[in-house]
T-cell receptor, first 115, second 113 residues
Framework: AQKITQTQPGMFVQEKEAVTLDCTYD???????LFWYKQPSSGEMIFLIY??????QNATEGRYSLNFQKARKSANLVISASQLGDSAMYFC????????????FGTGTRLKVLA | KAGVTQTPRYLIKTRGQQVTLSCSPI?????VSWYQQTPGQGLQFLFE???????NKGNFPGRFSGRQFSNSRSEMNVSTLELGDSALYLC????????????FGPGTRLTVL
């Protein structure tokens, strides 16, 4: 069965420093997509970055990059030069690219950026 | 391009009542999914609609139902509300079911008293 694991319930990072949020996944499907979403206290889930299972290079979007290690089944999010506005919940998600195409979400990591 | 919109944003109901939540997807998006988010259970998948047909359903009782209209707008209904139904209900849309990214709306925060 597909599963997403985020082992860090909470993280602190100093402003302007980089931080890595961990995500491991489990699937037997060869084709899948991995996503990261940010959820501020307002509640809306904001899409950050996507990595396909067949993508050769790690995805990057501005200050966000996804450290994809397929053999280890990990898809860690790296936020560079943290800003106070980065304080939020971060969710890792996986979509299987066959069958039901459902999204599976992890339990999230609460990031607090310190001034 | 307008994002996913959800109405109402906040709702207070009492036990036993029913409620209808609405979701308008991004223009051109035909897939709409609904999620329930609570502090204890996290983000749980309710159902997905595509081309007015329910394609997937999560493990929720029959009190939870939904539908999708020809313009891709979707509604979900919860009948006979229980205290445990208090949650943030999130709607997400995507262009298709298989390859596109889901984009979420701001959510409807339902409180059941």
């Amino acid at each position: 069965a597909q599963k997403i694991t985020q082992t860090q319930p909470g993280m602190f990072v100093q402003e302007k420093e980089a931080v890595t949020l961990d995500c491991t996944y489990d699937t037997s499907d060869p084709s899948y997509g991995l996503f990261w979403y940010k959820q501020p206290s307002s509640g809306e889930m904001i899409f950050l970055i996507y990595q396909g299972s067949y993508d050769q290079q790690n995805a990057t979007e501005g200050r966000y990059s996804l450290n994809f290690q397929k053999a280890r089944k990990s898809a860690n999010l790296v936020i560079s030069a943290s800003q106070l506005g980065d304080s939020a919940m971060y969710f890792c998600a996986m979509r299987q690219n066959s069958g039901t195409y459902k999204y599976i979400f992890g339990t999230g990591t609460r990031l607090k950026v310190l001034a | 391009k307008a994002g996913v919109t959800q109405t109402p944003r906040y709702l207070i109901k009492t036990r036993g009542q029913q409620v209808t939540l609405s979701c308008s997807p991004i223009s051109g998006h035909r897939s709409v999914s609904w999620y329930q988010q609570t502090p204890g259970q996290g983000l749980q998948f309710l159902f997905e609609y595509f081309s007015e047909t329910q394609r997937n359903k999560g493990n929720f009782p029959g009190r939870f139902s939904g539908r999708q209209f020809s313009n891709s707008r979707s509604e979900m209904n919860v009948s006979t509300l229980e205290l445990g139904d208090s949650a943030l209900y999130l709607c997400a849309s995507s262009r298709d079911r298989t390859t596109d990214t889901q984009y979420f709306g701001p959510g409807t925060r339902l409180t059941v008293l």
